[in-house]
Every structure is written in C-alpha cells, then in structure tokens.
C-alpha cells in the first residue's frame, strides 16, 4: 500500500514518539523487577511491602500509555489522516515536556528528562515520621531534665515503648519494630554496616547538650543487606553528613 504525504508523516512522527517511549521503558522494567521481588522475597531478605507511590505507579506506566497512544494514533491516519496528524504532533510536543518536568530524582538526567523511579520515597517517608517521633521525645526530655538521655535506663525512661512501635519492614512475612541504639559521641551523625534495617541511632555526647539522629533502612523495597538510611537522592548532595537521613542536630540550651 502506497502511503500519502501525512501518512508517511504520521508514521515518521509516530517512530520518534515510539523512540522515545521505548527508553523510558527501563522504569518500567525495573518497577515490574521489584514488584516481583517483593511478592517472592528470599529467607534472608528485608522488604518494604507498601513500597510504590504514587509517582512510582505513573513513572511505571509511563512508556507503555505513551506506546499505545503512538499506536493508536497512526491506525486513524488511514481514514482521518489529518486528525491522526494533529493528534501525533500533539503527543510529540507533550510526550518530551512531560519527560523534562518529571522532578530530578538523580541529578544526572535520564534522556530528555525522565529521572529514576523513587524507589525508597515510601521507605524514606515512614522512617522520618519515625524519627520525627523520637526527635520530640528527646528533646521533651531535654527540657524536663535540663539534658538529654546519657544512658540506656534514661533513654528508655525518656523514649518508651515509641522506639519499638511497627517499621515499614518485614522479614519472613513478619513485620519488624523500630530499634532504638545508644551512641556516645560528640553528638554528631552515626555512621556503620546495620545488621537489620529500623534501628535508629541516638549519638549524644557525654555531656547530653547535643544529638542528632539516624537511622538503618535499605534505600530500595527489598534487599538482603541493610544500610544506613539516606535522604532523597535529588537532594542529597546538598545535605550534610554525606546524605544520610538525619534529624538536625540538636543543641540544649538552658
């Protein structure tokens, strides 16, 4: 079948559109990969179940709608050429800018735009709360007693059952709780190899006038080795302490 100029127009423009489509795919795949991996985790493997957001679903499905719509629309050129026209060229303007306006999650920039899936947005998200709450704890303490916890029976005393309420991790089918670590320091961030995600690191200095809080998680919905917990990915060479999620630091003052 011999083609008209706007049919040929039509399938030039739906080929560039399939082009770029088909490169975002990756996002795709790696979505489905983990999807897959959190619905059969190994014996050793710590996972985040409610892991996707909402922005994870739309970058997942993000190439295979923008496929079936470049599809769909060279099938109409044979009948309505120009309406098929005006529909791909439409896509071809609205396709890239979507891609350009997709927050950067990476900062080095996929193709046209399209940044990594947030992987660990809902990980990040529960452990902040979580550390939100411990935050206040502590300091409530440190204005009660005019310092802060510089022992185990004191930081119990001050934290309570609050450090070992449910994380967002499961193991074995089994959800995790919280762990709470004392870390006698200058008060600065606490770095190491965790054993197991959730355990939230309290390094105070001797003296109980500072702290700042971190924490272990896995930076992805599943994994069999833990790591210390980082902050958004887009952000993070701006953060202090290499990334590391943290609270600020906290200075008493009398």
Request: hydrophobic share 45%; glycine share 8%.
């Amino acid at each position: 079948m011999r083609l008209n100029g706007k049919q040929k127009a039509a399938v030039l423009i739906a080929g560039i559109l399939l082009v770029i489509s088909v490169v975002q795919s990756d996002e795709t795949l790696s979505a489905v990969h983990y999807w897959h991996r959190v619905a059969h985790p190994g014996p050793t493997d710590f996972f985040v179940s409610h892991w996707a957001t909402r922005y994870t679903l739309v970058s997942a499905f993000f190439a295979p709608c923008w496929i079936a719509c470049t599809l769909a629309a060279p099938a109409l050129a044979r009948r309505w050429p120009i309406l098929s026209l005006i529909a791909l060229s439409s896509f071809l303007i609205i396709e890239p800018v979507s891609c350009v306006s997709a927050p950067s999650l990476s900062g080095g920039g996929g193709f046209l735009g399209l940044e990594d899936l947030p992987f660990a947005d809902a990980e990040r998200a529960a452990d902040m709360v979580h550390l939100e709450h411990i935050d206040a704890q502590l300091k409530k303490a440190g204005d009660d007693t005019g310092s802060f916890p510089t022992s185990e029976a004191k930081l119990k005393g001050a934290v309570g059952s609050l450090a070992f309420e449910s994380s967002p991790y499961e193991q074995r089918g089994k959800t995790m709780a919280f762990d709470l670590e004392l870390v006698l320091n200058r008060g600065v961030p606490y770095v190491t190899s965790p054993e197991k995600p959730g355990i939230v690191y309290y390094p105070v200095d001797p003296d109980g006038r500072q702290f700042v809080l971190t924490m272990s998680g896995l930076n992805a919905p599943i994994g069999a080795r833990p790591s210390m917990m980082k902050a958004e990915a887009f952000v993070g060479e701006k953060q202090p302490w290499g990334g590391l999620l943290a609270t600020q630091e906290s200075l008493y003052r009398k």
